[in-house]
Nanobody, 123 residues
Framework: VQLQACGGGLVQAGGSLRLSCAAS????????MGWFRQVPGKEREFVVA????????YYADSVKGRFTFSRDNAKNTVYLQMKDLRPEDTAVYYC?????????????????WGQGTLVTVSS
């Protein structure tokens, strides 16, 4: 599967953005999806993960209550709605997919990655 993320941009603290990640392939609904983010010089960190099978969605504590994951299997797209953004949310955001990630917070459990979209939150 190929992933294409978009929706990043510059926003003031307290603002909102919605990231999208469009996937190719006809079996998108069977993929477990995640969003991660990375700041230069730091490791890529977990943001949210979902198996797409009606189970729970897991969020990093730092984004819980502010970010919302959703998916539209008919459009082969997942979304990350981000509100109440903070300067510390500034990062390149990556969507990831795998058939057996099982909501993992570990980047090694995802075989497919989008190219990343930059989110910059100004104070």
């Amino acid at each position: 599967v190929q992933l294409q993320a978009c929706g990043g941009g510059l926003v003031q603290a307290g603002g909102s953005l919605r990231l999208s990640c469009a996937a190719s392939g006809r079996t998108f609904s069977s993929y477990h999806m995640g969003w991660f983010r990375q700041v230069p010089g730091k490791e890529r960190e977990f943001v949210v993960a979902d198996t797409g099978s009606g189970g729970p969605t897991y969020y990093a504590d730092s984004v819980k209550g502010r970010f919302t994951f959703s998916r539209d299997n008919a459009k082969n797209t997942v979304y990350l709605q981000m509100k109440d953004l903070r300067p510390e949310d500034t990062a390149v955001y990556y969507c990831a997919a795998d058939k057996a990630a099982w909501s993992s917070r570990n980047t090694r459990d995802y075989n497919y990655w989008g190219q990343g979209t930059l989110v910059t939150v100004s104070s």
